[in-house]
């Protein structure tokens, strides 16, 4: 069984990058993007409690699960928030969300 997805990021000047991501490690997509060298601060270290690690979902949004309580309150706290914004800390890499496309709020 293949453990790997592939995570697709939309840089800052619109271009893709796509990366291969371990779903056997535990790992949320903050801490993937982060070791992917991301400039995300995570100040919180994935508590949900910052929002330092918004992610806008281009395309797969329905492959992730539904958003806790306290994720929706952490993101109803920012300026710009969008529908399709979610905390990356609050998703856990998962095979179902192979193809997945995000970039950084």
Do not use: W
Request: net charge negative.
């Amino acid at each position: 069984m293949e453990n790997n997805i592939t995570i697709h990021m939309q840089e800052p000047d619109g271009s893709i990058t796509s990366h291969e991501a371990p779903t056997d490690m535990g790992l949320s997509l903050m801490e993937f993007l982060k070791a992917s060298e991301y400039d995300i601060l995570a100040t919180c270290g994935g508590m949900a409690l910052c929002a330092t690690c918004c992610v806008d979902v281009l395309e797969g949004e329905e492959k992730l699960n539904e958003m806790t309580d306290d994720e929706y309150a952490m993101l109803d706290t920012l300026p710009d928030l969008l529908p399709n914004s979610r905390l990356a800390c609050q998703l856990q890499l998962n095979n179902n969300m192979d193809g997945l496309k995000v970039k950084l709020h």
